[in-house]
């Protein structure tokens, strides 16, 4: 029988989120339902709202969760009825010319439940990223749900699902950040915290933080940032250049995603650096940059999609840091809000007030 439940939707265009009634149907082949326990909320699921991701509304918002399995479909065998799980957005499907190249991460066909969830007349919904969590059961494909140790609570857990990961895994998997190299992260919200904690994971030798916002700066040095910059006052680029021997740094972050910080964290690395935009720009911006010095420069300039992050090996191995004390998810979470709670949130991260607002279901 389908259920019932309350989701948070987003009806249409900038307008304010909704508390709406949606059915989620039982488990089809290879799908599961998910009881929701927590949920971050995420700067895309703003995003989403305000139409920069697409046009699909009615979108059900909320993809950084976790919960308990709680029904699946025929032929599913890698979770079972009460297992605890992260919910992911790269199910792997092992089949195409990424995953059959030995590159999972990158995934061009990656699962999603194969049924719809539905306001209560009938309106199909996107589930934000195919996941859609700020909702009290949210019905998955069995792939993005990931197995962990339910010793870890849902409102720190979740946070893996999305931004945390995400940031962690553009210092570690994609900017390739190892022991001594010196690195900056421009944005300091949940995702460019998730960066700094990770580059301190990976044994940087200076950690960077850059953000607009004396409160996240020092909320920044708390996840391990050695030095911070606020951008407002300061010359970004020639501050980095200050503190790196005139040089700049080996990794730079863009956590913002808009054109005016990726050109910061282009002209703030050294030579033979990496540039990282783990921020989504919005679909109308544009960048110019000197050709000459994309070539002369050397390096890389790459993009990282959910931190390069394979589910299945990073979800329980960051849960396992987690809970030997060696990385602080708990750090993450600002508060803990209502499912009603949610557009509330939105203003809360628009003025900086939080880090993570998470949704307890
Ligand atoms: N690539 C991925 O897989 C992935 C996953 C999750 C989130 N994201 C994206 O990452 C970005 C950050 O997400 P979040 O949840 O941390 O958002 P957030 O709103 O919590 O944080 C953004 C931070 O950037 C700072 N900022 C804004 N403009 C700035 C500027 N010009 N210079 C320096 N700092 C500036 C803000 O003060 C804030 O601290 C978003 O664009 C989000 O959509 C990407
Ligand atoms: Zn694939
Ligand atoms: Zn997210």
Redesign the pocket.
């Known amino acids: 029988m389908p259920y019932e439940v309350q989701g948070v939707v987003a009806l249409s265009k900038g307008a304010p989120v909704s508390l709406e009634t949606i059915i989620v149907p039982d488990p089809g082949p290879g799908e599961a339902v998910v009881d929701v326990q927590a949920c971050g909320v995420?700067?895309?699921d703003l995003?989403y709202r305000e139409g920069g991701i697409n046009d699909e509304f009615p979108f059900l918002l909320g993809h950084e969760a976790a919960g308990v399995v709680s029904a699946i479909g025929e032929g599913v065998t890698n979770v079972a009825v009460g297992d605890y799980v992260i919910l992911n957005w790269r199910a792997v499907c092992g089949q195409c010319r990424a995953c059959t190249k030995g590159k999972p991460w990158y995934c061009f066909n990656t699962h999603n439940a194969a049924q719809k969830m539905t306001l209560a007349d009938g309106t199909e919904l996107s589930p934000a990223l195919g996941i859609g969590a700020f909702a009290e059961k949210t019905l998955v494909h069995s792939g993005q749900c990931t197995k962990v140790d339910p010793a870890a609570p849902p409102q720190a857990a979740g946070l893996l699902g999305?931004?945390v990961m995400?940031?962690v895994g553009?210092a570690i998997n994609t900017g390739g950040v190892g022991r001594g190299d010196t690195v900056a992260v421009?944005?300091?919200?949940?995702?460019?915290?998730a960066a700094i904690a990770g580059a301190v994971l990976a044994g940087a030798s200076k950690v960077i933080a850059?953000?607009?916002?004396d409160r996240?700066l020092e909320w920044a040095r708390g996840l391990g940032a050695t030095h911070t910059v606020n951008?407002k006052e300061t010359d970004a680029v020639a501050a980095i250049k200050e503190l790196t021997g005139g040089f700049g740094v080996d990794v730079a972050i863009d956590?913002?995603?808009?054109p005016?910080?990726y050109q910061q964290a282009f002209d703030a690395r050294d030579l033979a650096g990496t540039v990282v935009l783990?921020?989504?720009p919005n679909p109308t911006m544009e960048i110019t940059l000197p050709l000459i010095d994309v070539f002369g420069r050397g390096g890389a300039l790459k993009?990282?999609?959910?931190?390069d992050c394979l589910p299945s090996r990073d979800f329980p191995m960051l849960i396992d840091l987690y809970l030997q004390g060696r990385f602080d998810l708990d750090a993450f979470v600002s508060e803990t809000i209502g499912i009603g709670d949610v557009e509330a949130a939105f203003e809360k991260?628009h003025h900086?007030d939080v880090?993570r607002s998470v949704v307890l279901l």
């Open positions: 995420c700067h895309t995003h999305c931004g995400a940031g553009a421009f944005g300091c919200g949940g995702v460019g915290d850059v953000d607009l916002d996240k951008s956590a913002v995603g808009h005016a910080v783990v921020g989504v993009s990282s999609w959910y931190g991260m900086g880090l």
